[in-house]
């Protein structure tokens, strides 16, 4: 079954979404061998704004921008395929 906004709620879908993107994040800093502190530093955010990222709290589209050029990944690794 796939997932769709049309079986699930709205405010289920942005968690999903969200979910996907930390995961993404998380596993592209891993990748690279950085440290969430590692990351902060390069990419000029405070390690609990990683944190957030990476835990599906926040996905601000300006401070990932930040997380993809750090990483040096285009964004578009973060972003599911089917939104």
């Not at 699930?8 to 690279?32: C, P, T, Y």
Request: net charge negative; proline share 5%.
């Amino acid at each position: 079954m796939s997932i769709s906004p049309s079986n699930i709620g709205h405010k289920q879908a942005s968690a999903i979404v969200g979910g996907d993107i930390a995961a993404r994040v998380r596993a592209a800093r891993e990748a690279v061998g950085y440290s969430i502190e590692d990351l902060a530093v390069t990419c000029g955010l405070a390690n609990v704004e990683i944190s957030e990222i990476e835990s599906g709290m926040d996905n601000s589209p300006a401070k990932l921008k930040r997380i993809a050029i750090a990483l040096q990944v285009p964004i578009s690794d973060f972003l599911p395929a089917e939104i």
